[in-house]
């Protein structure tokens, strides 16, 4: 029973000290509103999808708007991701971090993301939506907002639908 004791305490330490390091570097790319590129010290780039948020598509109302945002507040600057694992495609999951500002919870808090609550439970985020939504910053000022999940699933729709219809 000790030995097991032993294992599994070994296990969750070893956990603990192997969780992913913050990565650094400089944002070379934005390619909406919540995806970024970042080229680290030994010039690899990392696609980074902002973690616990989900901004409008290209092509979907306010999406240029959040490309923009991001854009000004990351583009070309030095950048903490904090880790959170990867997406389906890939993608770095990350809270991005410039001197001490949460980039995730600015881009909510300006009204040009969504709190993604299917993927984060951040009270942060969704105290940012909320005041976001009460002050009709962004898209909240748009009588209806249309949410990028909702936005993507009827595109898919569209594009499925014989030509004519």
């Known amino acids: 029973m000790n030995r097991l004791f032993a294992t599994a305490f070994t296990v969750a330490i070893c956990g603990v000290a192997t969780a992913a390091e913050p990565l650094t570097g400089r944002v070379v790319n934005v390619h909406d509103g919540d995806t970024v590129r970042v080229l680290d010290a030994a010039n690899v780039q990392h696609k980074v999808r902002l973690q616990g948020i989900d ?21 070309g600057k030095a950048v903490t991701v904090h880790d959170d694992g990867r997406d389906k495609y890939g993608r770095t999951l990350g809270r991005i971090e410039i001197e001490g500002q949460d980039v995730n919870r600015q881009m909510v808090a300006d009204g040009l993301a969504w709190h993604y609550v299917k993927y984060s439970k951040d009270a942060r985020l969704a105290a940012a939506e909320r005041a976001a939504r009460a002050a009709k910053r962004g898209l909240w000022a748009d009588a209806a907002p249309v949410p990028p999940w909702d936005w993507r699933a009827n595109e898919k729709e569209r594009k499925r639908q014989p030509a004519g219809r």
């Open 55 to 75: 901004a409008p598509e290209r092509g979907q109302p306010f999406g240029t708007v959040a490309r923009d945002r991001l854009a000004s507040l990351v583009m």
